[in-house]
């Protein structure tokens, strides 16, 4: 399609090979412009799945494209995103945005800078699942809820890695769970912590309006673990939306309207300065637990 927004990739990993690199190839609305990683071995490899050049320096991939998508440890896309910006490109971003909130900052502010079109991988959002939850809770006049993320990735496998194994579950699942209750009963006014990011953790959100909700979350489970799940309760009746119903749609609608958005459709809703602001929660709630 002559008018795919050419998208370049920063990462080869796991979920870089999984998620990214085969949707941003898939098109129709983008292509997938080439990649570059710190392992150049990786990038090569991941590049030549699809036909896409690997770069060795990450410049070249900023000429070759007109965004660029990271799919890298939260501490390397803050640092990476803000050259990608000032290069005047597109940013599809992880979350969370930074390994810090002084990182956050410092990237939601050079995109903000630069002006460039930015998008949060808030894959769950982009489901039809969490879009028709989210509208029927609109309905409900809602004053509470919960969420629970348990996840077995601290026991092994591709998604142990070494900032997950630091940060445990609050950067990793934490986003989620907030950014979906901040969705449902109104923006986050105040959240207090308690727990272990490494073992279980659990938050309790205060909304604007009055609302609000507990979150769990732990990245230490094992076995056989039931599926994440938010729940909204309100006055006039309760919403569940069950992670086993997301379908495999979230992802490449997120690409889709995010090549939209690069060419001058509507801007973004969870965009890089939605995932500071998130971010920022996380960021109270991780130095409420640092001093005990």
């Not at 796991?14 to 071995?41: K, N, Q």
């Not at 901040?182 to 912590?193: P, W």
């Not at 279980?200 to 604007?208: A, K, S, V, Y």
Request: hydrophobic share 50%; with cysteine; aromatic share 6%.
């Amino acid at each position: 399609m002559s008018d795919s927004v050419a998208v370049g990739l920063v990462g080869a990993g796991p979920w870089a090979g999984m998620v990214h690199a085969p949707t941003l190839a898939a098109g129709p609305a983008t292509r997938l412009a080439g990649v570059w990683a710190r392992r150049a071995e990786a990038s090569a490899e991941l590049a030549g799945r699809y036909g896409a050049p690997a770069f060795e320096r990450i410049e070249e991939l900023f000429d070759a494209c007109e965004a660029v998508a990271f799919s890298v440890p939260p501490d390397v896309q803050a640092g990476l995103a803000v050259r990608a910006a000032r290069a005047g490109k597109a940013v599809l971003l992880e979350k969370p945005l930074a390994m810090d909130l002084d990182g956050a900052r410092r990237t939601a502010e050079a995109v903000a800078e630069a002006g460039v079109v930015s998008q949060m991988v808030f894959t769950l959002r982009y489901s039809r699942a969490a879009r028709a939850f989210l509208a029927r809770v609109r309905d409900l006049d809602p004053f509470g809820g919960y969420g629970a993320f348990v996840s077995s990735a601290l026991s092994g496998g591709p998604f142990a890695t070494p900032w997950r194994r630091e940060k445990g579950a609050l950067l990793d699942l934490g986003p989620h769970i907030v950014d979906l209750l901040d969705a449902s009963l109104g923006r986050v006014a105040g959240v207090r912590a308690h727990g272990d990011p490494l073992g279980w953790l659990g938050l309790t959100l205060e909304h604007e309006g009055g609302a609000v909700s507990q979150a769990s979350v732990s990245m230490a489970g094992n076995g056989e673990l039931p599926p994440a799940h938010v729940e909204v309760y309100g006055r006039n009746g309760y919403a569940r939306l069950d992670w086993s119903q997301l379908g495999d749609d979230a992802f490449a609608t997120m690409v889709a309207e995010f090549a939209a958005a690069v060419r001058g459709g509507p801007a973004p809703a969870l965009d890089a300065a939605h995932g500071l602001r998130i971010q920022e929660i996380l960021a109270s709630a991780e130095a409420q637990l640092a001093a005990g």
